[in-house]
Each structure stands twice: as structure tokens, then as C-alpha cells.
């Protein structure tokens, strides 16, 4: 009996110190927020410009104001605040804010990243091992390039209906999915492609230009003056700025690309009189691009396949799109135009830039993976003198709510 009751008790003793054991276990996922950071104590940034100035980094920091009301808005733009900070490094510029701003650089919420012209073409991987590093920073943060510009000189322009200039910018560049003259590349796909060999990266870019003003009245600030473009994209050779496309080669690389999600094509009306410079468009619905490689005779010969099925948006010209053989030849009109642009935006970079930034490298490593480890090292003097072949077929399924253009001759 005596022994059934020790060895009864020596259960109940081994159940407590398992108990406890499971508790002190639990209390260490318990312990509450000991890394917590409160909103007042944080300078939470939307965008950040990276400009060289006396050989050091200079960064400019635009901070979200939360005590400021809408009514301080409309007469101050006190939603943002602006903090500068300079250092040998991002990292030291950064800390070097903290002395001047009374809240800490939070960057989780960060939407944009802008690098000055002379910033990026000393090259932008020397200097971003912090962005990557920071558990802070958001690696889907878009990059655009100051064209001729400091990044500074860039924030702050604000005149759209958005009371943040950085949520000004943003827009713009979502507003790429509808007009493909500009690109839209985050910070995690310009590292992609850098370490891609076969295809150099490309980003967009914002230039500050003067605005008309319509409505000018005594309240606009001085900012109203100006508004900014995104139209275009910037070339980089490896990680070195070395020039830009305009919108329309920009928007011919985004058809190489595949990242067409939308936009216009304008081209010659097919009217009988062979003089007429009448031009329609349509939209684009939806758009396949499918690059590929082949090896004729010892020849490089590089091939683009672009499939667009659009809409009808405006015809100019004496055309009757009711007819199937006439919806055939605005099809055909439209491929040719199409044709022609990507014809002309890859003879450009071969001549002028001599880089792949279409990607046709990395078609070429995929396909003829042992050809490839003997041509790599000089692919883009390669890709600077090869053929290409570009085939586009253009099928219209949407004539809109009319059948004829409005100016459209009719026989009695």
C-alpha cells in the first residue's frame, strides 16, 4: 500500500514538472511585441530619391505627415515631409537622417525608388547592396531613372488629383498597363535580369517638364508649373546607365518583352487612294509574344511572333468595316505598322547601344545550351549584327457601336 501511494505520488510530481516545463515552453512564444514600433515614434517613407553630389550619396526621404489634416493639405501639402541625409554609403546617409529628422527612416511601406542621372551611370549594384540587405526595404518597389535630372529635383512635383506626390508617381506607373510607351520594372526584376546573362536590364524613367496652366489662379504654388512624364525607358549596360529609348521604341520593347497588357496601334487607313495619309487605330485586347532562335547556314537568325487581338477604336478614312474583306486589310495594315516599329526599335539598339536588352540571350542559352558557353562572353557584338525576322498577326474582333466612320463617302 505504502509503496502504491509513493509511486502515485511520484505521477502527480512528474505531471507538475512536465506542466511547468510545457508552460516556461509556451511563455517563450508569449512574449509579447518586444520589437514593436510605434507609429509616433516612425517616419514612414513612401519614395526615396539616391543622387552623388561631391562624391558622396545623397538621399531624400518623403515622409508621410499623419498629424496633418486635409484641410493643411490644400494649402500646404503637409501631408509630406522631406529629410536629406548624406554619407559615403546609402546606409550612413540614412543614419545621417536620423541627426536632421526627428523620426526613424521605416521603409516597409515604400512604393518607389528614383536614382538621379549621374547616381546611375556610375552603376547602381555597387552602390544597393543595403536595399537588398534591409529586412525593411520592399524588393517589389518600382525603379525609374531622373532623365537629366537629380532625383530631388523629381520629388515633389505633384500635379495630379493625388495629395501624395509619391502616390502621383505610383499611378503613373500603373497607368503603364494602358499605354505600354513606358515601363514599369520593380527593384527585384532589375536584379533578375542583371544577373541574366543574354539580356541587360532596363527600368523607366520620370523626366520634369513645364506645364501649361489652364486655370491659373493666385492659390497654385509653384509646383503647378511643372508635371511629370514617364514616356520612355532607361538602357543600362549591366548596371551602368548608358542611354534611353523613346516611347515608341520603349513601347516596341515591351512587345518583345511580352508585357503588352493594353494600349493603342495607329496606322495608315487601307483606302483605295494610295495618297492618303487617314490614320485608325484600335485597341489592344490582349497580346501573345513568343521570341526564338535559329542557326541557319552558321547564320544567328533571331525571331519574334507577336499575336494581337484588338478592337476597332477609331477609323478615319473611306472604309466600309462591315465588309469581312475590309476588317482583313485594316488587320493587315495593323500588323504592318506593328511590324515596322519592332523592325525599327531593334535596329536602333543594335546600332546605337549594341546590348541585348530584349532577352534573345537568354532564348539562345535555353535552345543551344553547349553553342552557348563558347559565344557568351561576346553575345552582344553577336546580337548587334544578326537577323532578325518579325511576324505579326493582327485579328480584330470588336468593331465598336458603328459599322462606318463617320466621314465615310456615301454613294447614291
Known amino acids: 500500500m505504502l509503496e502504491g501511494k509513493i509511486e502515485i ?21 508569449l512574449t509579447g511585441c518586444w520589437d514593436s514600433k510605434e507609429l509616433n515614434k516612425l517616419g514612414i517613407s513612401l519614395i526615396m530619391g539616391y543622387d552623388v553630389e561631391n562624391g558622396k550619396v545623397l ?35 540614412f543614419r545621417d537622417i536620423t541627426l536632421k529628422f526627428d523620426r526613424r527612416v521605416f521603409a516597409s511601406h515604400n512604393k518607389v525608388i528614383i536614382f538621379g542621372e549621374d547616381f546611375a551611370k556610375q552603376g547602381l549594384v555597387g552602390h544597393i547592396d543595403e536595399l537588398m540587405r534591409d529586412r525593411e526595404q520592399r524588393e517589389t ?3 525609374l531613372i531622373a532623365k537629366g535630372a537629380k532625383a530631388y529635383d523629381i520629388m515633389g512635383v505633384n500635379p495630379g488629383l493625388e495629395q501624395i506626390p509619391a502616390n502621383y508617381v505610383l499611378e503613373l506607373i500603373k497607368n503603364t498597363n494602358s499605354n505600354p510607351k513606358a515601363m ?41 508649373e511643372y508635371e511629370l512624364s514617364i514616356i520612355g525607358s532607361a538602357v543600362f549596360d549591366r548596371d551602368k546607365l548608358v542611354g534611353y529609348l ?4 520603349t513601347k516596341a520593347l515591351n512587345f518583345f ?68 474583306e475590309n476588317i482583313k486589310k485594316m488587320e493587315e495594315a495593323c500588323s504592318k505598322a506593328i511590324e515596322e516599329a519592332l523592325e525599327a526599335a531593334v535596329k536602333k539598339v543594335q546600332k546605337e547601344y549594341k546590348l541585348d536588352i ?24 553577336i546580337f548587334s549584327e544578326a537577323e532578325f525576322q518579325i511576324e505579326v498577326d493582327t485579328n480584330i474582333i470588336r468593331t465598336g457601336l458603328i459599322n462606318t466612320p463617320i466621314n465615310r463617302i456615301k454613294v447614291e
Open 358 to 381: 530584349f532577352g534573345f540571350g537568354i532564348v539562345f542559352h535555353r535552345k543551344y545550351p553547349s553553342q552557348w558557353k563558347n559565344i557568351e562572353s561576346n553575345w552582344d557584338e
Open 59 to 93: 538621399l531624400t526621404v518623403g515622409f508621410i505627415n499623419p498629424a496633418s489634416t486635409q484641410e493643411g493639405d490644400m494649402e500646404g501639402n503637409l501631408s509630406v515631409k522631406y529629410a536629406q541625409g548624406t554619407g559615403n554609403t546609402i546606409l550612413e546617409a
Open 9 to 29: 505520488g511520484r505521477g502527480k510530481y512528474m505531471k507538475k514538472i512536465i506542466f511547468l516545463n510545457i508552460l516556461l515552453i509556451l511563455i517563450l512564444f
Open 257 to 324: 518583352l511580352d508585357k503588352i497588357k493594353g494600349g493603342v496601334i495607329t496606322f495608315h487607313t487601307p483606302v483605295s487612294e494610295s495618297s492618303s495619309d487617314e490614320l485608325s487605330s484600335v485597341y489592344i485586347i490582349k497580346n501573345k509574344t513568343k521570341n526564338d532562335i535559329e542557326i541557319l547556314d552558321g547564320r544567328i537568325i533571331l525571331k519574334t511572333k507577336v499575336k494581337l487581338t484588338s478592337s476597332m477604336g477609331e477609323v478615319i478614312g473611306n472604309i466600309d468595316i462591315s465588309k469581312e
Open 246 to 249: 523613346n516611347g515608341n521604341d
Open 184 to 224: 514599369s520594372v520593380n527593384f527585384i526584376e532589375y536584379i533578375k535580369h542583371y544577373y541574366h546573362n543574354g539580356h541587360h536590364p532596363m527600368t523607366g524613367i520620370v523626366e520634369k517638364r513645364e506645364k501649361e496652366i489652364i486655370n491659373k489662379s493666385p492659390d497654385i504654388g509653384p509646383t503647378s
Open 141 to 143: 518597389s518600382y525603379i
